[in-house]
């Protein structure tokens, strides 16, 4: 009976043939599996084109739970009250490459606060930068313009709405620190030709404060809060997430349509925990 059944079993065509074929093949083929840092990092990508930020994603940044931990870094000192946002050893004191912001904060000194991120696949990484002028919670984010630009104008060809990093770090400045810092490192070039400003200078300062909190950046040290020589004014300096690239500050605003922080995400820690 058996040996009935197998004689007029059908013979598959030639196109069934190649689709079993071809299936068979699909089924053998091992998957290719991404690193999870790989992972993370292209859904960041996406995060960080993003041109609305939400108040619930602020609020688990810098809220200290879980592997997430927030720290205040010291106080940037504005004299003039124009802020931009800036590479500082790339990029700040060029006018060419940075803007002043379309919104101006009242003179005096604010905190630098940083949400660190304890990742088990990316370590020790600032997610986030945040400096607060208002001790009141923002009611809503918008994207910061250039001087002389509003949101209406955003998304128009040649307004850019963000800041390059180059040398994997970051700072929220005032205009007149901006020009003052750009004079000392001019001066610091002109007496140490041929000299590297971060490895002749600032490496010793970021070991400093690395050694002073370990437990919150990377070995060789992620911030500072540093005077300009020969001034009274301060900023601080901080590493940018995962490193070089494009990002954008958020202004956060009350119902009063006052500034009450400004933010710079790095990084979505939720990719990364």
Request: proline residues 6%; charged residues 25%.
């Amino acid at each position: 009976m058996f040996d009935f059944f197998k004689k007029n079993k059908k013979k598959p065509s030639a196109a069934e043939e190649k689709k079993i074929a071809e299936k068979e093949t699909v089924e053998t083929k091992p998957v290719e599996t991404k690193p999870p840092i790989q992972l993370a990092f292209e859904k960041n990508l996406s995060f960080l084109r993003k041109d609305t930020l939400e108040r619930e994603t602020v609020q688990k940044m810098f809220e200290t739970r879980g592997s997430m931990e927030v720290i205040q870094i010291g106080k940037t000192t504005f004299p003039g009250g124009e802020i931009v946002i800036a590479d500082p050893l790339v990029y700040l004191g060029n006018d060419r490459y940075t803007d002043l912001l379309n919104r101006q904060i009242p003179v005096g000194e604010y905190p630098v606060e940083l949400s660190i991120c304890h990742s088990p696949i990316a370590g020790v990484r600032i997610a986030a930068a945040r400096l607060k002028v208002r001790e009141e919670a923002s009611v809503r984010y918008e994207i910061t313009m250039p001087k002389g630009k509003t949101i209406e104008d955003y998304n128009t060809p040649g307004v850019l709405t963000g800041f390059g990093v180059d040398a994997g770090l970051a700072c929220f400045c005032d205009g007149i620190v901006a020009k003052e810092f750009d004079a000392f490192q001019s001066k610091w070039r002109q007496e140490h030709p041929g000299g590297n400003l971060y490895h002749d200078y600032f490496a010793e300062i970021f070991a400093q404060s690395y050694e002073q909190q370990p437990q919150v950046q990377r070995e060789g040290g992620d911030f500072i809060t540093w005077k300009i020589p020969g001034t009274e004014h301060v900023f601080s300096m901080f590493a940018s997430g995962l490193g070089d690239g494009f990002y954008t500050g958020f202004w956060g605003l009350n119902s009063a349509d006052e500034v009450c922080e400004l933010v710079v995400p790095f990084m979505n820690p939720e990719y990364f925990i």
